[in-house]
C-alpha cells in the first residue's frame, strides 16, 4: 500500500534554509509533488519530480529525490516569514498525477 | 485565466441530511478530483472524474458520490451525513497527461452538527 510520512513541524530563522523530507513506500510511483497550504486556503503546487530525476531546481526550491531509500526533500533557500505554511508532499497513485496520497504536512514556521 | 472555483465555501449541516459540493475546474481543464481533509486523517483521495466518467475511487464509503457535467464542472453529494464527514473539501482539476499538474480550489468547509 501506499503510505507517506513527514515530520510534523520545523522552525527557522528568516534568512536561513529550511529542509523538509518525506519518506514514501510505494516505489511504484513516478511523480512526487510538493504543495504548500495557507491558513484558511487550498493547496498551492510548489513543484514537482519525475522519479528518474534525481534533483530539481526552481528559482528558490530545491528538490532531492533518493529513490532507492524512498527519501523525497524541498530545500527553501533564503526562507521568508511568507513562507510560514504547511508544507505536503504527495506521491501519485497514477501517471496522470491526479490521485494523490498525501502526507500529513510539515508545519513551517519561520522566526524574524 | 480563473482558478479552481468552488461552492459553496462554508456550510453547516445537520446529521442524516446530505450535501451537494460544487465544483468548477480551470478552463480546459477535463479531469476533476476531489479530496477530504480532516485533522485526524489528513488530506485523503475520494474519487477523479473525466469526460463524465468516473474513472478512479478512494476508499470511501457508498455515501460519497459525484458527478461530472460535460462542461466539466463536478459535483460531489455525500448523504446521510455523520459527523465523522466534517472535513475541508477540496477540489482539483488538470489536465489529462502525464505529469500533469494538478491546481487545488479553495475548498468547502462542512460541519455536521
Known amino acids: 500500500g501506499e503510505d507517506v510520512e513527514q515530520s510534523l513541524f520545523l522552525s527557522v530563522r528568516e534568512g536561513d534554509s529550511s529542509v523538509i523530507n518525506c519518506t514514501y513506500t510505494?516505489?511504484?510511483?513516478?511523480?512526487l509533488y510538493w504543495y504548500k497550504q495557507e491558513p484558511g486556503a487550498g493547496l498551492q503546487l510548489l513543484t514537482y519530480?519525475?522519479?528518474?530525476?534525481d534533483m530539481k531546481q526552481d528559482q528558490r526550491l530545491t528538490v532531492l529525490l533518493n529513490k532507492k531509500d524512498k527519501h523525497l526533500s524541498l530545500r527553501i533557500a533564503d526562507t521568508q516569514t511568507g513562507d510560514s505554511a504547511i508544507y505536503f508532499c504527495?506521491?501519485?497513485?497514477?501517471?496522470?498525477?491526479?490521485?494523490?496520497?498525501f502526507g500529513g504536512g510539515t508545519r513551517l514556521m519561520v522566526k524574524p | 485565466k480563473a482558478g479552481v472555483t468552488q461552492t459553496p465555501r462554508y456550510l453547516i449541516k445537520t446529521r442524516g441530511q446530505q450535501v451537494t459540493l460544487s465544483c468548477s475546474p480551470i478552463?480546459?481543464?477535463?479531469?476533476v478530483s476531489w479530496y477530504q481533509q480532516t485533522p485526524g486523517q489528513g488530506l485523503q483521495f475520494l474519487f477523479e472524474?473525466?469526460?463524465?466518467?468516473?474513472?478512479n475511487k478512494g476508499n470511501f464509503p457508498g455515501r460519497f458520490s459525484g458527478r461530472q457535467f460535460s462542461n466539466s464542472r463536478s459535483e460531489m453529494n455525500v448523504s446521510t451525513l455523520e459527523l465523522g464527514d466534517s472535513a475541508l473539501y477540496l477540489c482539483?482539476?488538470?489536465?489529462?497527461?502525464?505529469?500533469?499538474?494538478?491546481?487545488f480550489g479553495p475548498g468547502t468547509r462542512l460541519t455536521v452538527l
Open positions: 472524474y473525466f469526460s463524465e466518467t468516473q474513472r
Open positions: 519530480i519525475f522519479s528518474n530525476m
Open positions: 504527495a506521491e501519485s497513485l497514477n501517471n496522470a498525477g491526479n490521485m494523490l496520497t
Open positions: 482539483a482539476s488538470s489536465f489529462w497527461r502525464e505529469g500533469n499538474e494538478q491546481f
Open positions: 510505494d516505489s511504484s510511483s513516478t511523480y
Open positions: 478552463s480546459g481543464h477535463r479531469s
